[in-house]
């Protein structure tokens, strides 16, 4: 069992920046993609980024390229996203998500652990 614990949320002025992070216990972990996903009020949740175990596939949604960053250390078991140039339509909770392969895959159906999410506002 893989447990996940994001952190980093907060409250933060459009044009701003937040680091989240996720901690995930386990040996597994170098062999997991990670991703974030996130869920706005009333809207169904959506994938916001990916990385593949080794680090080296990246992918993002179109609304937050340029602006964010997945990262991941794997000896420390702790996958990232650096949001810069927030805007109040980023606002939601953000979920870290793993998957018990190493490709990294756009689909929530592909991921097989979610942390209990962290709140991310953008005031405007």
């Known amino acids: 069992q893989v447990q996940l614990v994001e952190s980093g949320g907060g409250l933060v002025q459009a044009g701003g920046s937040l680091r989240l992070s996720c901690a995930a216990s386990g040996r597994t972990f170098s062999y997991s993609a990670m991703g974030w996903f996130r869920q706005a009020p009333g809207k169904e949740r959506e994938f916001v980024a990916v990385i593949s175990a080794s680090g080296r596939t990246t992918y993002y949604t179109d609304s937050v390229k340029g602006r964010f960053t997945i990262s991941r250390d794997n000896a420390k078991n702790t996958v990232y996203l650096q949001m810069n140039s927030l805007k109040p339509e980023d606002t939601a909770v953000y979920y870290c998500?793993?998957?018990?392969?190493?490709?990294?895959?756009?689909?929530?159906?592909?991921?097989?652990?979610w942390g209990q999410g962290t709140q991310v506002t953008v005031s405007s």
């Open positions: 998500a793993a998957r018990r392969a190493v490709g990294a895959g756009t689909r929530q159906d592909l991921y097989d652990y």
